[in-house]
């Protein structure tokens, strides 16, 4: 009677976890968006200007994900974020928001504003491409500290010559961007 009882517990403890994540985080889920183009908007900046850049005329591009304990990926632009099962403690929306695709600057943002701190780090993936290619060997990236006014570089960055990437384990969303020599840019 014993040998029955440990398949019916694991059973049922696998279905709790799946009702408390959900489905919010399979790949097939379908992206929440605002628009009827299905998760990534693209529009025209007016006279905004974010960190010192001009969005005039510049595109901007927007994506926002319901993500759940079971991780997932957010893309927009040249951004990626990777969030690894068990990193979030809560399900919350994700938004990967990239000004001006002429800059390798994003803006991360998590919703409710509790969840933003990780149980594991998530992981920031840059799409270099557009970098020249003498300034990705050097290449890391940093994020706005709001309190100094001044950008940091964050902790283990790593540069993937063969993929042209750069990418950071982040244990907070904020401004971040990629840098070779201290200057942003691609």
């Known amino acids: 009677m014993r040998s029955h009882t440990f398949p019916r517990l694991l059973a049922f403890g696998v279905a709790v976890l799946l009702a408390v994540a959900g489905c919010s985080t399979l790949p097939t889920q379908p992206t929440a968006s605002n628009n009827a183009s299905g998760g990534t908007s693209s529009f025209n ?74 149980l594991l780090p998530v992981v920031l993936v840059a799409d270099a491409k557009p970098m020249d290619k003498s300034l990705l060997a050097v290449a890391y990236i940093s994020y706005y500290n709001p309190s100094t006014g001044r950008w940091e570089r964050v902790a283990n960055c790593s540069v993937d010559l063969l993929s042209l990437s750069v990418s950071a384990p982040l244990w907070h969303f904020s401004t971040y961007r990629v840098e070779s020599g201290g200057k942003a840019g691609w």
Not at 102 to 114: D, F, M, Q, R
């Open 45 to 118: 900046g007016g006279s905004s200007e974010v960190l010192g850049l001009n969005l005039l005329g510049s595109s901007a591009t927007t994506s926002t994900r319901q993500i759940g304990l079971l991780g997932g990926i957010v893309s927009a632009g040249n951004f990626s974020l990777v969030i690894p099962p068990g990193a979030l403690t809560t399900p919350a929306t994700v938004t990967v928001s990239q000004p001006d695709a002429a800059h390798p600057l994003v803006n991360l943002s998590i919703s409710p504003a509790s969840a933003n701190k990780f």
